[in-house]
């Protein structure tokens, strides 16, 4: 799977006229190894640990790159900070998102998949993706508010 998605980022730099590099590698399989939503900043203390030359630039760019060729996808949550999660793979998904504490559960939903493909017919595009959140108060804060009323 890794040299898979290495090979999907390698077209990729090629095609925007960018080098292949270590560093950008590292990058991508840290990214691609995890299946949390990292923020830019989460992701940089994670490519330290493994590359301490790496610089936050380097890793905001990598990020930037692998969303472009659809290796990543961007999250935002309610609490403004740009989330990544790796694609490559990966069955579509959604999230339901507390707006309280910021957690977050991933669903399923055939309907929803039904729903984009409709979609795209009806407008006369084949569509490759889509993003679905869905914000409420999880179980937990909703305790905390009842039990503070």
Excluded: W
Aim: one cysteine or more; charged letters at 30%.
């Amino acid at each position: 799977m890794m040299r898979e998605a290495e090979d999907v980022f390698h077209k990729h730099l090629r095609k925007v006229g960018l080098k292949h590099t270590e560093q950008r590698d590292v990058i991508l399989r840290t990214f691609v190894e995890t299946r949390d939503h990292l923020s830019t900043d989460e992701l940089f203390r994670l490519v330290k640990k493994k590359d301490a030359g790496i610089g936050f630039t380097t890793v905001y760019r990598t990020l930037k790159l692998l969303t472009e060729c659809g290796l990543a996808s961007e999250v935002a949550f309610h609490d403004g900070v740009a989330r990544y999660e790796h694609q490559f793979y990966r069955r579509s998904h959604h999230h339901m998102v507390c707006t309280n504490c910021g957690s977050s559960v991933e669903f399923f939903s055939p309907e929803i998949e039904k729903v984009e493909k409709d979609i795209g017919k009806k407008h006369h595009y084949r569509t490759t993706r889509h993003s679905f959140q869905v914000f409420g108060i999880c179980e937990n804060c909703s305790k905390a508010e009842d039990n503070g009323r």
